[in-house]
C-alpha cells in the first residue's frame, strides 16, 4: 500500500505562486504514474499534471501549461506541482494520485483519472 499526503495550499491573490507538495509513505512500484487532479464546486475531478517513473514525460492539462510544473524527489519519494501565475479558475480541491502503470498506458491517456491511491487533498484558492 501507498498512503499519500498532501500539503502547500493556500490561499492567494491572481498572479501569485504556490508549491504543492506529496509525501508519499514509500516508493509506489518500479514502474508507476503520479499526478495531480483538482476538482471546483460543481464541476467534476480533472487531471492537472502527470509524471512517468522517475520524472519523466510530463503531461499537462491545457488550461496550467506554461504556468505549472510537476517534479519529483526521489530520495524523499515526495512529488511538487509548482503554481505560477495563478488565476482564480485555478481555484479547486488539490489531490495527488498515484498507481502502477506501463509507458504505453500512459502514452494513450496520460490524465485519465483511474488511480488507486488518492491523497486527502489540499485547498488552493486565488482571488481576483
Known amino acids: 500500500q501507498v498512503q499519500l499526503v498532501e500539503s502547500g495550499g493556500g490561499s492567494v491573490q491572481a498572479g501569485g505562486s504556490l508549491r504543492l507538495s506529496c509525501a508519499a509513505s514509500r516508493s509506489p512500484y518500479s514502474s508507476y504514474c503520479m499526478g495531480w487532479f483538482r476538482q471546483a464546486p460543481g464541476k467534476e475531478r480533472e487531471g492537472v499534471a502527470v509524471?512517468?517513473?522517475?520524472?519523466?514525460?510530463?503531461s499537462y492539462a491545457d488550461s496550467v501549461k506554461g504556468r505549472f510544473t510537476i517534479s519529483q524527489d526521489n530520495a524523499k519519494n515526495t512529488l511538487y506541482l509548482q503554481m505560477n501565475s495563478l488565476k482564480p479558475e485555478d481555484t479547486a480541491m488539490y489531490y495527488c494520485?498515484?498507481?502502477?502503470?506501463?509507458?504505453?498506458?500512459?502514452?494513450?491517456?496520460?490524465?485519465?483519472?483511474?488511480?488507486?491511491?488518492w491523497g486527502q487533498g489540499t485547498q488552493v484558492t486565488v482571488s481576483s
Open positions: 509524471i512517468y517513473t522517475g520524472g519523466s514525460r510530463p
Open positions: 494520485a498515484a498507481k502502477r502503470c506501463y509507458y504505453s498506458d500512459y502514452a494513450r491517456e496520460p490524465l485519465s483519472d483511474d488511480y488507486n491511491y
